[in-house]
């Protein structure tokens, strides 16, 4: 243990100071290279996200946790379900990134390819989403009660409450993801997943070495190579016992070889296929009405839209509840996001932090009766005010928003960090307008 006292030598102290730093930055590190590991168990790979949001290793802990459990654990959908709804969700972004990612993991976990050919091609329950994943990723205000009717009324095709409301929670999450995406640029970097490098099995992941998985593929090696100590050849019988072992390696390393092609051939074939059908995952195939999009709140016409406030119906005392009793569990993952992301250490003030949250509230419908929103203007200036806006309201790979010019002091975390603000802002939103539809249906 080091112990450094205020009134120790100022030499001393400072030693101490940046041992403890130091401490800590290797105990972060620890931590999002335990993150990755579980990342790469779970799927098969880090993905750009995951990558960007490790500057933040509390908040990426919680954002995995519950991505894996809507996406992977049990829940009343079947997986295929859950990655198509992910589909639509970033389609009506034009996310690329997340289309082909979930596309990728649609076809992996046994998903009808066909489906990929376009919405239509999807069964009628799931199209039967298509309206309300319309409204909530551009308009949330406009879900009511009789859009939760519409896909709960009797019938073949309809859906229980429990099967809606973890879709709720699918659309919701990809569509603030997809404003995560394209506020930290990840979708203009976006590369598709290559085939396996140097016709390295695909089973092979290039981490496992650093990680120090003993299974990880080695070169073949050439017989001379097999011979690790010198053998003395001073009789006949030694160098008779040689060859046969040089010969039976080079046999054993022929079987290998041609194992190794057979499944290679089968597994590229395999590849190839998927990522053909993959490429033809094109997100406008997954869109109907693309003219319908984001409007200003506060300039709508219909006045029978009212101002969604905040002591009617708020997170704490309703939506939490709600959603943990109708989907187990959901709602303390979703709390600890919330949480996570409003208290991670930041070189943003907690007012500063509480006027970006309540902004993208504001311009999505939703305000706080005890908030001044004079506040708002003093603290987020006229650019970094309109990118907000951007990456919460209409996040597009047409519209990628221009960086605020205040940005360029900052550090990439804390860039980060303001991104994902704005994410959990836009999420915890579209839970209320879609949570507060189903309390008036359960309730009428």
């Given at each position: 243990?080091?112990?450094?006292?205020?009134?120790?030598?100022?030499?001393?102290?400072?030693?101490?100071?940046?041992?403890?730093?130091?401490?800590?930055?290797?105990?972060?590190?620890?931590?999002?290279?335990?993150?990755?590991?579980?990342?790469?168990?779970?799927?098969?790979?880090?993905?750009?996200?995951?990558?960007?949001?490790?500057?933040?290793?509390?908040?990426?802990?919680?954002?995995?946790?519950?991505?894996?459990?809507?996406?992977?654990?049990?829940?009343?959908?079947?997986?295929?379900?859950?990655?198509?709804?992910?589909?639509?969700?970033?389609?009506?972004?034009?996310?690329?990134?997340?289309?082909?990612?979930?596309?990728?993991?649609?076809?992996?976990?046994?998903?009808?390819?066909?489906?990929?050919?376009?919405?239509?091609?999807?069964?009628?329950?799931?199209?039967?989403?298509?309206?309300?994943?319309?409204?909530?990723?551009?308009?949330?205000?406009?879900?009511?009660?009789?859009?939760?009717?519409?896909?709960?009324?009797?019938?073949?095709?309809?859906?229980s409450l429990a099967e809606l409301v973890q879709a709720v929670v699918i659309l919701a999450h990809c569509h603030s993801l997809c404003s995560f995406v394209f506020g930290c640029d990840t979708d203009s970097e976006f590369v598709p997943l290559s085939k396996s490098p140097?016709?390295?099995?695909?089973?092979?992941?290039?981490?496992?070495?650093?990680?120090?998985?003993?299974?990880?593929?080695?070169?073949?090696?050439?017989?001379?190579?097999?011979?690790?100590?010198?053998?003395?050849?001073?009789?006949?019988?030694?160098?008779?016992?040689?060859?046969?072992?040089?010969?039976?390696?080079?046999?054993?390393?022929?079987?290998?070889?041609?194992?190794?092609?057979?499944?290679?051939?089968?597994?590229?074939?395999?590849?190839?296929?998927?990522?053909?059908?993959?490429?033809?995952?094109?997100?406008?195939?997954?869109?109907?009405?693309?003219?319908?999009?984001?409007?200003?709140?506060?300039?709508?016409?219909?006045?029978?839209?009212?101002?969604?406030?905040?002591?009617?119906?708020?997170?704490?005392?309703?939506?939490?509840?709600?959603?943990?009793?109708?989907?187990?569990?959901?709602?303390?993952?979703?709390?600890?996001?919330?949480?996570?992301?409003?208290?991670?250490?930041?070189?943003?003030?907690?007012?500063?932090?509480?006027?970006?949250?309540?902004?993208?509230?504001?311009?999505?419908?939703?305000?706080?009766?005890?908030?001044?929103?004079?506040?708002?203007?003093?603290?987020?200036?006229?650019?970094?005010?309109?990118?907000?806006?951007?990456?919460?309201?209409?996040?597009?790979?047409?519209?990628?928003?221009?960086?605020?010019?205040?940005?360029?002091?900052?550090?990439?975390?804390?860039?980060?960090?303001?991104?994902?603000?704005?994410?959990?802002?836009?999420?915890?939103?579209?839970?209320?307008?879609?949570?507060?539809?189903?309390?008036?249906?359960?309730?009428?």
């Amino acid at each position: 243990m080091i112990i450094c006292a205020n009134k120790m030598e100022y030499p001393l102290r400072t030693q101490c100071q940046r041992v403890q730093k130091q401490v800590m930055v290797n105990g972060e590190k620890e931590r999002v290279s335990l993150l990755f590991m579980k990342a790469l168990v779970s799927t098969g790979s880090i993905d750009a996200v995951s990558q960007q949001m490790a500057s933040h290793p509390q908040y990426l802990e919680s954002f995995l946790r519950t991505q894996h459990y809507i996406l992977h654990m049990d829940g009343p959908l079947p997986l295929p379900y859950r990655h198509y709804i992910a589909i639509m969700a970033a389609a009506r972004h034009h996310c690329n990134y997340l289309v082909y990612l979930h596309s990728a993991q649609f076809l992996r976990v046994g998903g009808d390819p066909l489906w990929l050919q376009g919405l239509e091609a999807a069964p009628p329950r799931l199209r039967l989403l298509d309206h309300i994943n319309r409204v909530l990723a551009h308009q949330p205000w406009l879900i009511a009660c009789s859009h939760i009717q519409t896909l709960l009324k009797t019938g073949e095709q309809c859906w229980s409450l429990a099967e809606l409301v973890q879709a709720v929670v699918i659309l919701a999450h990809c569509h603030s993801l997809c404003s995560f995406v394209f506020g930290c640029d990840t979708d203009s970097e976006f590369v598709p997943l290559s085939k396996s490098p140097n016709g390295t099995p695909p089973t092979f992941c290039p981490f496992d070495a650093a990680n120090g998985n003993t299974n990880v593929p080695q070169p073949l090696a050439t017989p001379t190579e097999h011979i690790t100590r010198r053998r003395s050849l001073d009789s006949s019988c030694d160098i008779v016992c040689l060859k046969e072992r040089i010969q039976k390696s080079q046999e054993e390393r022929e079987k290998r070889e041609e194992r190794l092609l057979q499944t290679q051939t089968h597994q590229q074939t395999d590849m190839e296929e998927e990522e053909e059908i993959i490429f033809f995952a094109d997100p406008t195939r997954f869109i109907t009405d693309p003219d319908f999009c984001y409007q200003e709140f506060a300039r709508r016409e219909e006045d029978h839209f009212q101002v969604f406030r905040v002591q009617d119906y708020s997170w704490e005392d309703h939506g939490f509840s709600l959603v943990n009793r109708l989907y187990s569990d959901i709602g303390h993952l979703l709390d600890d996001r919330f949480r996570s992301v409003t208290t991670l250490p930041s070189l943003h003030s907690p007012d500063l932090k509480r006027s970006i949250w309540n902004y993208i509230h504001c311009v999505l419908g939703i305000r706080y009766d005890d908030y001044d929103y004079g506040e708002v203007n003093q603290l987020l200036e006229r650019d970094l005010k309109l990118y907000i806006k951007a990456v919460a309201c209409f996040p597009d790979a047409t519209k990628t928003p221009v960086c605020p010019l205040s940005w360029a002091p900052l550090k990439t975390s804390e860039r980060i960090h303001v991104n994902l603000l704005i994410m959990e802002a836009r999420l915890q939103a579209e839970l209320l307008y879609a949570l507060r539809a189903i309390t008036q249906y359960m309730i009428a």
